[in-house]
T-cell receptor, first 116, second 116 residues
Framework: AQSVTQLGSHVSVSEGALVLLRCNYS??????LFWYVQYPNQGLQLLLK??????LVKGINGFEAEFKKSETSFHLTKPSAHMSDAAEYFC??????????????FGTGTRLTIIP | NAGVTQTPKFRVLKTGQSMTLLCAQD?????MYWYRQDPGMGLRLIHY???????AKGEVPDGYNVSRLKKQNFLLGLESAAPSQTSVYFC???????????????FGPGTRLTVL
């Protein structure tokens, strides 16, 4: 089964500083990878996804992630943090079921705090 | 377009009581999912459905049942609630796309359940 590992359950950065959230995957086949964001007391929403079209993926709100097969990584970055980026971020990998739909396996999440 | 809605938003149960959580989506999506979110564990898949009348077990199905009698609704039932089922429950839906993977899941706002 495929899995993802998120290093660092809590990350704090100053407003305007670089945001780097780490995700490593374990997969025997080329994976489909996702980053979702969860704002307080809300559901998850998709930030970006990797589907093998391009290794550098741009998402919403200025976030991007780079797929590195040699490092089995899909780290999320943003050049300049904003107060509104404070949220929990989840990396996920998908598996196809026998029915043909996808199941997502999530990492344990990283809570991002922005310091004014 | 309401997207994915969940009812109720909050609920407190006593051990042994039963309840049903309702998920509704207005995007005509084929696939629907129930997850639970616990601190430090990310989201874990409970059950999913690939169409009316077709459901399957996810990662943590024990103690839960589901039904999908209408395409737009997916119900999660707890027959005899236990304190270990205290969690935040999220419903999600996704469309059936050609090519299979890399498909976005759309999440509801969640139901916070406490079992005393």
């Amino acid at each position: 089964a495929q899995s993802v590992t998120q290093l660092g359950s809590h990350v704090s950065v100053s407003e305007g500083a670089l945001v780097l959230l780490r995700c490593n995957y374990s997969s025997s086949v080329p994976p489909y990878l996702f980053w979702y964001v969860q704002y307080p007391n809300q559901g998850l929403q998709l930030l970006l996804k990797y589907t093998s079209a391009a290794t550098l993926v741009k998402g919403i709100n200025g976030f991007e992630a780079e797929f590195k097969k040699s490092e089995t990584s899909f780290h999320l970055t943003k050049p300049s943090a904003h107060m509104s980026d404070a949220a929990e971020y989840f990396c996920a990998v998908s598996d196809l079921t026998n029915f043909g739909n996808e199941k997502l396996t999530f990492g344990t999440g990283t809570r991002l705090t922005i310091i004014p | 377009n309401a997207g994915v809605t969940q009812t109720p938003k909050f609920r407190v149960l006593k051990t042994g009581q039963s309840m049903t959580l309702l998920c509704a989506q207005d995007m005509n999506h084929e696939y629907m999912y129930w997850y639970r979110q616990d601190p430090g564990m990310g989201l874990r898949l409970i059950h999913y459905s690939v169409g009316e009348g077709t459901t399957a077990k996810g990662e943590v199905p024990d103690g839960y049942n589901v039904s999908r009698l209408k395409k737009q609704n997916f119900l999660l039932g707890l027959e005899s609630a236990a304190p270990s089922q205290t969690s935040v429950y999220f419903c999600a839906s996704s469309a059936r796309l050609a090519g299979g993977e890399g498909n976005e899941q759309f999440f509801g706002p969640g139901t916070r359940l406490t079992v005393l």
